[in-house]
């Protein structure tokens, strides 16, 4: 990403057209297969975790499911965040930047990269942001 004003009016437009998933259902369902075994029991309950660049949502609900953890969305882009708020009471999807994200230390216990690193320049800002707001002990991954 060069801008991220124009990443912001590029995703708001998008999605102006509707819902987006960059993920097809076969590539879904083997990242949700593989990402299960990597986390194990680990969204329980009083377990917070994020999808950061949620984009409309779709990803993180599947990637969730049924879990009965404190669960969180995070995108740059107001349309794709009023378009996964709708109907949504599970995630608490906010707009954000995930280079500043606005959490404090070790708030999560998963911090998910879903498809978004590509989008900005400094990858490691945003690495480090996610590193900082990760308990110790949990889960970071990078789909």
């Keep these: 990403m060069q801008n991220k004003h124009k990443e912001r009016k590029f995703f708001d437009e998008w999605t102006e057209l509707k819902e987006y998933d960059v993920f097809t259902q076969y590539g879904y369902n083997t990242i949700i297969r593989d990402f299960q075994k990597l986390i194990g029991n680990r969204l329980l309950k009083g377990c917070r975790a994020i999808d950061l660049g949620c984009g409309t949502g779709a990803f993180a ?28 009471e599970k995630i608490n999807f906010s707009v954000g930047d995930i280079e500043n994200l606005q959490f404090e230390d070790n708030f999560f216990d998963l911090v998910v990269f879903s498809g978004v690193l590509h989008h900005f320049p400094n990858e490691e800002k945003c690495l480090d942001e996610g590193y900082r707001v990760l308990k110790k002990g949990g889960v970071y991954a990078l789909i």
């Design 61 to 88: 609900r599947r990637l969730f499911g049924n879990s009965e953890a404190e669960l969180f969305g995070l995108d740059i882009s107001e349309k794709a965040i009023q378009l996964a708020n709708r109907n949504e």
